[in-house]
């Protein structure tokens, strides 16, 4: 007659190495790695912390993701003792893993001792099905997921190229977005604006923008700022946020912005279109080039256009502020090549895509410095800006 | 000949030309053989020293020419240069 499950566990018992809590515990500042055996639900309402999760149901085929050196010191645990039990004589016997051993009376006796317990943070239901085409992405994944949601992206207008981003970084779960926008909807802005309508012509930007978002995605949380970016505000919105999405239309808060993000280091995706063209970078403070870098000083006004003044096909700042989001969740899931050191130039009637390398400029007046030697006195200036500034006006 | 790609800001100044064609060996003969063919540019591409202006970037197919020998940056027939000015143009 075979032998009983409880007789097999405990011959199992005999053969492998168990250890106490209170010595996996030193164990595990000592280099051991903790594997947590349980189901995604048990792990769910809390675990050892630094312990990798691999349930015992797929030890066989992803232990090794998590150890893939079979010398290494292994920790197992579950709830109780025997499922770790179980799954150390699998890796022993049927893996050739050398140093492991259970852990005894499992997470339960863990926490009895009052050791510490980290709880992770999960998606609920609706957002597991909300975001489930990310999740099925393995450069997303739940903890990709739960990065957007932590995000906090800063969106410097409500217009042309902010609509667009605005409105996919809320689809895609970008947890805060602010938005700073001092103007009100107009009917011709509705021709590229798509997150505003026809319904709230006068309406403030900021005001429209957050129903849009409200209504698309409740786990969006949007600061408004209906002022005008401008010196006297710019430290007191820009820190705390991760990502500044710009899309300005002037030179002087062009050249604001970029000092305040290298001062705070917060990388700014910027876009710029003109026409049929636009452009775009990523400028990530002391890893690569800032604005100033590219562009030490601006044209004189009559070569600055502004797009107000000029035609822009309605489609142009959306494949632009789309490439914007893009880049802008890239750099929350730390996936992919930033277009940091490199701008690219959309030409929408050729339909291509060129690209011109920018180098860092090690006598940049603000990014060859520390963050902190730069004043407020100095951020935005640049040379001529008296006579700029005069001609602009 | 070299091929120059001209920015919106400067097509006005080129008779609304995209790409223009232009002879030398070096990126400052191409952009002065420009400069002569279409007046226009010369304030915008040059400063009063004769030096390009700071406001304007030249690259040699990607490469800034600041980077490689400035104006005596040579030229083969088949480079591309492309002229940038500084833009800054949200859609309001």
Redesign the interface.
């Given at each position: 007659m075979s032998p009983s499950g409880a007789e097999v566990l405990r011959q199992i018992k005999s053969r492998i190495d168990e250890v106490d809590p209170a010595v996996v515990r030193e164990q595990s500042s000592n280099g051991a790695l903790i594997v947590d055996v349980r189901e995604p639900e048990e792990w769910g309402t809390g675990h050892i912390p630094g312990a990798k999760h691999v349930p015992k149901s797929y030890l066989e085929s992803r232990i090794e993701g998590a150890a893939p050196d079979r010398s290494q010191h292994i920790v197992l645990y579950c709830q109780s003792g025997n499922r770790s039990a179980w799954a150390a004589r699998t890796l022993i016997e049927d893996l050739g893993y050398e140093h492991v051993e259970s852990m005894t009376g499992g997470f339960t006796l863990w926490k009895d001792r009052g050791y510490d317990v980290e709880t992770p943070r999960t998606l609920t239901a609706e957002q597991r099905d909300r975001y489930s085409r990310h999740l099925l992405l393995p450069e997303v994944g739940p903890e990709g997921q739960q990065k957007l949601l932590d995000a906090k992206v800063l969106l410097?207008?409500a217009?042309?190229?902010?609509s667009p981003a605005g409105l996919y970084l809320a689809a895609a779960g970008v947890g805060t977005l602010g938005i700073v926008d001092d103007?009100t909807v107009d009917l011709s802005n509705l021709q590229?604006?798509v997150i505003h309508n026809s319904t709230r012509v006068g309406v403030p930007k900021v005001d429209s923008a957050e129903e849009t978002i409200t209504e698309l995605n409740p786990d969006v949380t949007v600061n408004k700022y209906q002022v005008r970016l401008g010196p006297e505000n710019i430290m007191d919105i820009l820190p705390g946020y991760d990502i500044v999405v710009?899309?300005?239309?002037?030179?002087p808060t062009?050249y604001l912005l970029n000092d305040a993000s290298v001062r705070l280091q917060i990388p700014v995706v910027s876009?710029?279109?003109?026409?049929?063209?636009g452009?775009l970078s990523v400028f990530k403070p002391y890893d690569g080039p800032c604005y100033r870098c590219?562009?030490?000083?601006?044209?004189?006004a009559e070569?600055?256009?502004?797009?107000?003044a000029?035609g822009?096909l309605g489609v142009?700042?959306g494949t632009m502020g789309l490439l914007q989001a893009t880049e802008v969740i890239k750099l929350i899931l730390g996936q992919g090549d930033p277009a940091i050191g490199r701008?690219l130039?959309y030409d929408a009637l050729a339909a291509t895509i060129?690209?011109?390398?920018?180098?860092r400029d090690p006598e940049c007046p603000i990014c060859s410095r520390h963050p902190e030697a730069i004043s407020d006195e100095e951020m935005g200036v640049f040379p001529d800006y008296d006579a700029f500034c005069a001609g602009a006006h | 000949m070299a091929t120059i790609r001209i920015?919106?800001?400067l097509r006005p100044a080129v008779g609304g030309e995209k790409e223009l064609s232009a002879e030398g060996s070096s990126v400052g003969e191409i952009l002065r053989s420009v400069a002569d063919e279409h007046p226009d540019t010369q304030t915008?591409l040059f400063a009063a020293d004769g030096g390009l202006?700071?406001?304007?970037?030249v690259?040699l197919n990607?490469?800034?020419v600041r980077?490689l020998d400035g104006l005596e940056t040579a030229v083969g027939e088949s480079d591309t240069l492309?002229i940038?000015?500084?833009?800054?143009?949200?859609?309001?």
């Open positions: 410097l207008g217009g042309g190229l902010g103007d590229r604006q710009d899309g300005l239309d002037n030179f062009r876009a710029a279109i003109l026409g049929f063209e452009q590219l562009f030490p000083t601006p044209p004189p070569l600055a256009p502004s797009c107000g000029n822009v142009l700042p701008l130039l060129n690209e011109v390398k920018i180098r | 920015p919106p800001v915008q202006n700071r406001y304007v970037n690259y990607d490469e800034d980077v492309v940038l000015p500084a833009m800054a143009g949200g859609a309001v």
